[in-house]
């Protein structure tokens, strides 16, 4: 059995109470299978000030097909006939953090990677996000 470990401020959510809680805002946004805690409930802080979401489409080959909502990547710009043709676009790399992974129906089609960055890093690298112009790379979680 596994045992979950938590602080003493944290007031669980009884199933019971369903009801209530359905159609209320989350602060923060939950992975499936994640407990529901008071916490959890009301104005919605998320993303933080700072800080952007961006949905990023990317072909196979431009992403590890095992990315899963917590996983950091770095996200980098990669050459393109846009990006070139501008020679103020300079190419950017940032690393991210996966909130959310559409996966396409067609092996062949985008998957819709949605990723936590700095506002500021997220502004740079919409325009070629939207060309399809970006990849990412799995990269280690933070050291504890």
């Known amino acids: ?7 003493p401020d944290v007031t669980f959510i009884p199933a019971d109470r369903a009801e209530e809680i359905v159609g209320r ?10 407990v529901l805690t008071e916490a959890n409930l009301g104005k919605a802080t998320f993303p933080q000030p700072g800080q952007a979401l961006i949905g990023v489409a990317v072909k196979p080959g431009q992403y590890p097909p095992d ?23 300079k ?8 909130t959310k992974v559409d996966r396409p129906e067609q092996p062949q089609d985008p998957a819709v990677v949605t990723l ?21 790379m799995q990269v280690s979680p933070v050291a504890p």
């Open 1 to 7: 059995m596994v045992k979950a470990v938590v602080g």
């Open 67 to 89: 990315v899963a909502p917590g996983d950091r990547v770095a996200l980098s710009t990669i050459p393109g006939s846009a990006v070139a043709a501008d020679s103020r676009t």
């Open 91 to 98: 190419l950017v790399s940032t690393v991210a953090v996966v």
């Open 25 to 34: 805002q989350l602060t923060v946004p939950l992975v499936s299978g994640a």
């Open 116 to 136: 936590l960055l700095p506002q500021t890093d997220a502004q740079l690298v919409s325009g070629p996000a939207a060309q399809g112009l970006v990849t990412l």
